[in-house]
């Protein structure tokens, strides 16, 4: 199968406009689609023009409401486009618009004629906002009305399990050519993943699309091209994903995509929002992931649902990386295919190397540390901690939480409240800041207030020794570190931590140091 095209949807007032950002992602698209719905009266009235004017092939789509387009006209205003748009076809191909997108329930007999006549490839579509569409292949048949149609299908999934079920449906379509995704956050792998689908096309926006294009899920043609290598991605490609809920920002497809090209690797990692690990898991079977990074809040449950763990997560109880031990290539059709998932933690040995980065050394056993906060993060960290053999206490606003994690490890707990400010001062050569109180905090006029609840340790006076190591690294410089910092003391924020766990885990993926290239 040819590699799927990348489509650029045009959405602009005019002509000149969609040209324009065209002219902009020349590089990037095989194909454009203009959404005549989107067109002034004056130019919809030309559309015969447009191909001529832009120069590659061209689908036209003139889509109506219901089906999330603008086309407010009725049918028989619509028709009339059409057939203006299609008929008396120049004898050069390439003047011409080469695919034309028909719903399912628009079937004009004589527009399927014209179509026929002058080769104008019918796409015939299906657009449901409200739910899946499945068993592709009997409802392909229900839609066509002419020879050697496109189905397009796209759907809203209610959940991941959606579009696992679109992927395992998707591998029994033969003989038929066919574009097929779910829409919205949870479908963009189905976009990313066309080439796993058989889908010939996946379409793009420009990086300024609408909220409308966005919500849809569509991404720009370079993140696609550049960051997701699609134009590599085939039958064999390795996937990766990270999984988390909501997953709104993540860096990883970014660091993995990256070292995967830097060492010319098959491999595409891809974003995976999933509301329970349990659809995650399922979609990492279906489509056949070889490793999945797991956050937020999923680190805990994923170690139920893995085959097997490492003793870092046996101790810590926490797990952020699932790698597949079934080596080979995966056999997609099989349906006895049964994934085997070792579980391993790189939040530990993420921390690890950066404080030993930061404090300039790997002999901290004599450094007094205070770890503020209890939660999911603090348990990694606690565990590195208590590997440097360094005399350590946990405050947490829930003190109890502090206690239970403490005497794992012999550590003292304390409240997180002015109360314990003597406490804090004793072990403070390092401060470990692990709770989200500051997290997505933006200075406003670039100053950084002091408020209480942006610093989770707002009665404590710094002295200008202290080291602070936030984990935070959105944004880069929290309240706290920005009170530490002005105070004289040396200060570091989470993104050296955040690399350094990728960094394991790609270890973990691939089997590669990520600078085995670069010491050659
Ligand atoms: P993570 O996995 O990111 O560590 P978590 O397990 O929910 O997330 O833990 C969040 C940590 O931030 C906890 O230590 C939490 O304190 P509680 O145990 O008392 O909930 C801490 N935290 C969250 N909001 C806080 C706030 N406003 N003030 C102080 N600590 C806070």
Redesign the pocket.
């Known amino acids: 199968m040819d590699t799927p095209k990348v489509c650029l949807t045009l959405t602009g007032r005019s002509f000149i406009e969609n040209i324009e950002t065209y002219r902009r992602y020349k590089n990037y698209v095989d194909i454009v689609e203009l959404r005549a719905d989107y067109l002034n009266e004056e130019d919809q009235f030309r559309l015969r023009e447009f191909p001529s004017m832009i120069g590659i092939p061209c689908i036209l789509t003139i889509r109506r409401k219901r089906d999330g387009g603008q086309f407010v006209g009725n049918e028989f205003t619509r028709t009339q486009l059409f057939s203006r748009a299609l008929a008396f076809a120049d004898n050069e191909k390439s003047h011409n618009f080469n695919y034309v997108d028909f719903e399912d329930d628009f079937n004009v007999a004589s527009l399927n004629d014209i179509a026929l006549a002058f080769s104008v490839r019918i796409i015939r579509s299906l657009h449901s906002f409200d739910g899946p569409v499945f068993n592709l292949r009997d409802t392909f048949s229900k839609m066509q009305h002419t020879p050697n149609e496109i189905f397009k299908i796209a759907f809203m999934p209610n959940n991941l399990s959606d579009v696992s079920r679109l992927f395992e449906e998707a591998k029994l379509l033969h003989g038929v050519q066919y574009i097929v995704l779910a829409m919205g956050p949870l479908g963009v792998v189905s976009r990313i993943l066309a080439a796993k689908l058989g889908s010939c096309l996946t379409y793009t926006s420009p990086a300024s699309m609408d909220k409308a294009m966005r919500d849809l899920g569509h991404m720009d043609p370079v993140t696609l091209v550049d960051m997701y290598h699609f134009r590599r991605i085939n039958k064999t490609t390795r996937i990766f994903a990270v999984t988390g809920w909501p997953l709104k920002s993540t860096n990883s497809p970014l660091l993995h995509n990256s070292l995967y090209q830097k060492h010319n690797m098959d491999c595409v990692f891809i974003p995976l929002p999933a509301a329970s690990i349990d659809e995650a898991m399922e979609f990492a079977k279906v489509a056949r992931l070889r490793g999945l990074a797991i956050t937020?809040p999923h680190k805990e449950k994923v170690i139920s649902l893995l085959d097997e763990v490492d003793a870092n997560v046996g101790e810590i109880g926490s797990c952020n990386t699932a790698v597949l031990q079934n080596k080979g290539p995966l056999d997609y059709i099989d349906r006895n295919y049964t994934p085997h998932w070792l579980g391993h933690n790189t939040d530990a040995v993420g921390f690890l190397n950066a404080l030993i980065e930061f404090m300039g050394t790997d002999k901290l056993s004599k450094k007094k540390v205070a770890i503020i906060?209890?939660?999911?993060?603090?348990r990694a960290i606690a565990y590195v901690i208590k590997t440097l053999g360094c005399k350590t206490c946990i405050f947490?606003?829930?003190v109890e939480?502090a206690q239970s994690l403490a005497s794992l490890y012999g550590f003292k707990a304390a409240p997180?409240c002015p109360d314990s400010y003597g406490l804090l001062e004793r072990y403070s050569d390092i401060i470990v800041q692990?709770?989200?109180?500051g997290m997505n905090y933006t200075p406003v006029d670039g100053k950084n207030p002091q408020q209480k609840?942006y610093d989770?340790i707002w009665f404590y006076e710094f002295m200008g020794t202290e080291h602070l190591f936030d984990i935070i690294y959105t944004p880069d410089v929290t309240p706290v570190m920005a009170r530490a910092k002005a105070k004289g003391c040396s200060v570091c924020n989470g993104i050296q931590m955040l690399k350094e766990q990728g960094y394991a885990q790609f270890k973990y993926f691939t089997g590669v140091d990520y600078d085995d290239f670069d010491a050659e």
């Not at 906060?373 to 603090?378: D, E, Y």
């Not at 692990?434 to 109180?437: I, P």
């Open positions: 937020v906060g209890a939660g999911g993060a603090a947490n606003r829930t939480r997180l692990t709770t989200n109180v609840q989770p």
